[in-house]
């Protein structure tokens, strides 16, 4: 192995260094003076005792000095924030001083040879934890730089911040407290302790304590220390990872090969970042760029675990043998085999957490040590010819021109001469914002492997989940009612019934979770309609957490966990049937029992644990229908005590029954009907769209044994063609309409329609040839709609490409061209705007570009296939509507059925990859678990009252296959449905308003103009109930008379209004407002304009209604300011339902306030 000269450094212009200084000094926020403030202020105290410690953080012992070790002095590495002891001038100092810190602490720290942890107190239950680590560092930097991260911003966005984008919390209410330490200080510290935020390195025996004494007085104190340290220490097994080498080699010589930088410059930060050191050494050993690609899809952490080898290795037929370093004993050796003949071997060292190729260097033990003197004696001779001296005469050295040293020992002579240099954390951090969330880079070479990104559509299950199945025993269906008053929300009485029993048990009192498990039968499946919010009673109760949770942002969707030795299962019913509990009635043609009124307010925490007997009074403050909450207390069994109280467990037992029962009637309905209907058991499933897709999977993708899914480069670049519906107000401006009648334009079942046009295209995807890169070659050969097989002409089934828009021939008010700022970022234009830009596009939306607009474009790259048109879909599609039809004209309940089933379709072909993962640790386990696995770690959230602790962590292997080619068809389709009728009328010059994704709003006079014009241009009825066609969607105010608008205020996306009136010359209004509820929008609008005629939102019917005829309305009032421009705050706990926030660390609170201010 040739090891070559280094290259002379890369030099850094001008512009380059100041840019590093600035990202280093975060000068380009933080260069205002600090503000003023009294120097015995506690906030003061803590931020100067902060720039204290960040300054000390590596610094070097003094005499007389107490170090827990020889790294760390006693009392260093901890900063401590007592934000809820602070006046407001010192929460102020605060939140403008912290960022400063935090600026100068990421140009201190070691985040190597450290693990800085953020801890975050609530309150006395809920605190969080958040590691700064090598994949997280990158959204600090990018936080400090780009926002302020301690602003203030309302308390529901200010919880742990999803994913990576923001590193801090904020300066919210109920944040009491902020500590930052060094966990390598405090590795000891038992999870007790981390839940309450307090740090000792350990805790002193009664023995130990009188040592310690003894040993002390007589001048022997370090002794001492360092034998309690020794013993308090255990032993702690780390994974076995492979990361960034975090030094730089002085010697000049180039150890590039394996990821070993002279100098650390934009040039080298970009090869350490962009792949793994696993991956990095795989590329230097040549293995195929196919399987490296498919390595960097797969693997999406910088710190690669051995114990993930053996997975790469099955999966790419290469076998590895690594070498793992022990620098004080034996090396160990371990070989990761595939299962077929390898097709390739590749030995790696993994050396300081770090792999590299075990290689022999041509390279002397006697050229790193006396390198300076081999210099000046061989002055002349290049480096190669230096680095074989392997003899020194007088004056001279000789060479061995096969001379090799093993890697290992090269590393070992470098750092014991002092030739490497530690890598600071701010240094690399000068390149993190630069590689910040950045995007696949641009792909150049579309080509893939297919073993690795095409995988055949048929049934997997008897290979890979014939054993996973939950071994369900028992059937249940429970609901908790919990008082809401306190800090988090507490249950009080839990009612449950099993499917096969028509009965129902109900549990009362604080303990009514754990007496809930104690009663479930081992292998139990438990739902709750709204597991998210349930789930938070059992969580503390749970003694372990099994198998892999599922939950999709705050949905908590399954859970599994063991109590007592019982295996229990939960599933959220909603994730199934998305509809309120209160529609199962209706829905499933079920019996609802009295009308629920329930007093949620009045069962506060301190009334259900002191007593039973309501007063009737009190109770009635807290309910609307009074009249109906009497009639209940009468009519329910022992439900009335005497004239003045009621019994409050008997009246929650009831209504917490009667809804349990309507949960497993409707459920259980579903089930036996989609069983009758379809074959498929819903208690398999998680999700309605699982369920979907299962259907089409029987019905048309394993049947025809040539659909593949796809993972990798070619999933990657279709998925760019994904565009959601379009939703925007014409020429994206605000519209006014008052006197002429409007009408709002729905599509029927607008996905199911597109599907109803589609096709699944058969075969895996093709590079386009330079020859195709063109829309007029593409277009020519390109099948007909309704062609199903290639001919010699006509052989292209479909293409998904980068286009770039050369040309505009027509303009529109509801553009299709759709500028992504990812792709076009000097563009800054509206997302949907008449401008030239780049677009990835597939053919629908390409034909369509040019058709209605008229386009000329360049194509850039692109796949296409050239198979067969399965068009099975369209068909069963048809068949289901068509059947969902007719149980609809007979009043059978299995058609709501079948319109969850169609609505479902297309979710799981455009499911994204989930890169994070969820596991619940026991605190006997969590400091082994935090130490073994640091670097992987995003968050910690404890679970309060338990011994069980969530933590969020990045995946180190992440596959994922979809069927994107025809989720990608189904979005384009659905628009040209809308297209055909957005153009027509257009051409036509009339008058459109609004877009959402299936509906528009237009003049009521010229609806017969445009369904004339569309017959004769596309020969189909346009109005009408059936797939594909259109019907005006106002909700009646009166049933059997048809609403139309007199006046609509359009002021954004999805914030309109529409006032509505009828032949019966009623008024009502239909409104829309991004983020804000119904009753929010009423309630503000009165507030606001209490002179005006005052309005309240009816449920049932959707609409707002005014309680008189007259000029003057509060909500139009709202709508007319909103256009004008003004500001309007709303509180979105003004409404009659209670305001709940899910904290992830498994409670719910509730909040009195929450303010979303609008300004359009």
Known sequence: MNVPASNSPVALDHDQRSHNRALMEMQPIYSDPPPKIDESELAYKEIQNAFYVVKNINGQKLPDEKWLDPITKAGER???????????????????????????????????????????????????????????????????????????????????????????????????????????????VDASA???????????????????????????????????????????????????????????????????????????????????????????????????????????????????????????????????????????????????????????????????????????????????????????????????????????????????????????????????????????????????????????DLTYNERYCARMKKDWSSETKKDMKFPREHVFFADFEASTDGNIHKAYNICFMEDDDDGYTSIWGSDCASKFLEALPDKSLVYFHNLSYDVTFLMSQLEEITGTPIIKGSQTMQIQGKYKGKLLFFKDSYAIISTKLERFPEMFHLTSG???????????????????????????????????????????????????????????????????????????????????????????????????????????????????????????????????????????????NEGELITDFDAVSLYPSAIARLYCLEGIPKVMTEEMKSSEYLLEHLFDDDQAEPTKEKFISGFYCQIEILSIGKNSAFPLIVVNPDINPDLHVARSSNTCCKMFVDHITLQDLIKFQEISCKVIDGYYYDGKRDMTIRNEVKKLFELRAKYKKEGNPIQEIIKLLLNSIYGKTILKPIDKKIRFIKDNKLTDYIIKNYNDIQTIEFIPDSELSCVKSFKPIVRHFNYCPLGVSILSMSKRIMNEVFFTAEDLGLKLFYQDTDSLHLYEKDLDKLAEEYKRRYNRELIGKALGQFHSDFAEITAGHMSKAQRSIFVGKKTYLDELTNDLKEIAFHCRMKGITQDVIALTANQMFPDAIQVHYDEKKGLFFPEKVGEKYSIVELYKSLYEGDEITFDLCIGSKPCFNKNKDFTISTKSSFERKLKF
Request: charged share 30%; net charge neutral; aromatic share 14%.
């Open 78 to 188: 901890f900063i401590m924030f007592n934000i809820d002891q602070y006046s407001p001038r010192g929460k102020d100092y605060f939140n403008k001083m912290f960022p400063r810190v935090m600026a100068k602490f990421i140009g201190q720290i070691d985040l190597f040879k450290q693990k800085w942890t953020f801890y975050y107190d609530f309150d006395e239950k809920r605190n969080i934890l958040r590691h700064l680590n090598i994949n997280t560092m990158g959204s600090l930097v990018h936080q400090l730089l780009n926002e302020a991260p301690i602003a203030e911003v309302q308390e529901l966005a200010s919880k742990v911040l999803e994913s990576n984008y923001d590193f801090f919390l904020c300066s919210i209410p109920s944040l009491r407290k902020i500590e930052i330490f060094d966990y390598t200080a405090y590795s000891d």
């Open 194 to 444: 981390l839940r309450k935020g307090t740090y000792t390195p350990y805790k002193l025996t009664a023995e130990e304590q009188v040592m310690l004494d003894t040993m002390r007085a007589a001048g022997q104190e370090t002794i001492a220390l360092k034998i309690i340290k020794q013993n308090h220490s255990k032993k702690r097994n780390r994974s076995r990872n492979g990361q960034l080498w975090t030094w730089t080699c002085k010697l000049p010589i180039n150890l590039e090969r394996y990821q070993i930088f002279n100098e650390l410059n934009a040039e080298t930060a970009k090869k350490m970042m962009k792949d793994s050191c696993f991956i990095y050494a795989c590329i230097q050993a040549g293995v195929d760029e196919a399987t490296i690609n498919h390595m960097r899809e797969i693997i999406r952490v910088k710190d690669f675990p051995m114990s993930k080898i053996k997975v790469i290795a099955k999966e790419t037929g290469i076998r590895f043998h690594v070498i793992k370093y022990n620098e004080k004993y034996s090396n160990h050796s371990y070989t990761y085999e595939p299962d077929e003949e390898p097709k390739m071997t590749v030995e790696l060292l993994l050396m300081y957490d770090h792999y590299m190729l075990n290689e022999k260097l041509p390279i002397s033990s006697m050229f790193i040590k006396n390198y300076e003197d081999v210099c000046k004696l061989c002055k002349d001779w290049t480096l190669e010819k230096k680095m074989l001296v392997n003899r020194r005469y007088e004056t001279r050295y000789a060479i061995n021109s096969k001379l090799v040293t093993p890697l290992a020992k090269v590393i070992e002579l470098l750092f014991a001469n002092n030739y490497f240099e530690p890598i600071r954390t701010g240094e690399l951090c000068t390149y993190f914002t630069t590689m910040y969330n950045e995007n696949l880079e641009e792909m150049i």
């Open 594 to 736: 009295e009308k629920e009124v329930f007093p949620y307010n009045y069962y506060t925490e301190e009334l259900v644990n002191t007593t039973k007997v309501g007063n009737i009074d009190d109770a009635m403050n807290h309910v609307k229908d009074i009249e109906a909450f009497n009639e209940n207390i009468e009519k329910i069994e022992d439900c009335k005590i005497d004239d003045e109280h009621f019994d409050m467990e008997v009246y929650s037992s009831f209504y917490c029954g009667q809804d349990v029962r309507i949960l497993r009637d409707g459920f259980l309905k579903f089930r036996n009907d989609l069983m009758t209907e379809f074959e498929i058991d819903a208690y398999d499933y998680v999700s309605i769209s699982s369920i979907s897709n299962k259907l089409f999977e029987k019905r048309v993708y394993w049947k025809n044994g040539n659909l593949f899914d796809l993972a990798g480069k070619p999933r990657e670049y279709i998925s760019k063609c994904i565009q959601g519906g379009r939703c925007m107000l014409a020429e994206n401006k605000k519209q006014y």
